[in-house]
T-cell receptor, first 113, second 108 residues
Framework: NAGVTQTPKFQVLKTGQSMTLQCAQDMNHEYMSWYRQDPGMGLRLIHYSVGAGITDQGEVPNGYNVSRSTTEDFPLRLLSAAPSQTSVYFC????????????FGPGTRLLVL | LAKTTQPISMDSYEGQEVNITCSHNNIATNDYITWYQQFPSQGPRFIIQGYKTKVTNEVASLFIPADRKSSTLSLPRVSLSDTAVYYCLVGERNDMRFGAGTRLTVKP
């Protein structure tokens, strides 16, 4: 049971490039989410999904796209990277209950030049 | 959406009990209180969750007064490895808002 996995661990992009951050979980959790964390700050919710085929925006969705074709995977896409998107990105998953016990991945550190 | 307020930082020494208080004056009736711990370069890790009164697990205790406008995370006999950032969250899963958290530093 690997829990929540994220790839890559670290990525450098140039402004305007696109990329996809991968997230997978093997706990059969219905709910998955993406957060970004900037230095010295807490996590901010980007997008979340309550099940396959269903996604919704969080607190800071601009510049990011998501899709949820399977229960296991929840990729985050940056269509045209900007320096303001330099951050650490965390993916999380939780079972389909109201109690918010989330399991977080190890994070992806993204640098946009 | 309930906002939380925590101290920015706290210092303690090994073996001491640490209490971190979180204020959440606008907590809703259906909201739960959840605490997470985050080490550098890692994702947050769930510590404890509660609705009212007291909850205890193998790691910590959570004290919630009757009015639920605040909560206190209690870490017994901290060690150096408890140095981390601690986040208090109030709400349901799709309203999870992390504040800046409390940076706890445990000294020898």
């Amino acid at each position: 049971n690997a829990g929540v996995t994220q790839t890559p661990k670290f990525q450098v992009l140039k402004t305007g490039q696109s990329m996809t951050l991968q997230c997978a979980q093997d706990m059969n959790h219905e709910y998955m989410s993406w957060y970004r964390q900037d230095p010295g700050m807490g996590l901010r919710l980007i997008h979340y999904s309550v099940g396959a085929g269903i996604t919704d925006q969080g607190e800071v969705p601009n510049g990011y796209n998501v899709s949820r074709s399977t229960t296991e995977d929840f990729p985050l896409r940056l269509l045209s990277a900007a320096p303001s998107q330099t951050s650490v990105y965390f993916c999380a998953s939780t079972a389909g209950t109201l109690l918010a016990t989330q399991y977080f991945g190890p994070g992806t550190r993204l640098l946009v030049l | 959406l309930a906002k939380t307020t925590q101290p920015i930082s706290m210092d303690s020494y090994e073996g001491q009990e640490v209490n971190i208080t979180c204020s959440h004056n606008n907590i809703a009736t259906n909201d739960y209180i959840t605490w997470y711990q985050q080490f550098p370069s890692q994702g947050p890790r769930f510590i404890i969750q509660g609705y009212k009164t007291k909850v205890t697990n193998e790691v910590a205790s959570l004290f919630i007064p009757a009015d639920r406008k605040s909560s206190t995370l209690s870490l017994p006999r901290v060690s150096l490895s408890d140095t981390a950032v601690y986040y208090c969250l109030v709400g349901e899963r799709n309203d999870m808002r992390f504040g800046a958290g409390t940076r706890l530093t445990v000294k020898p």
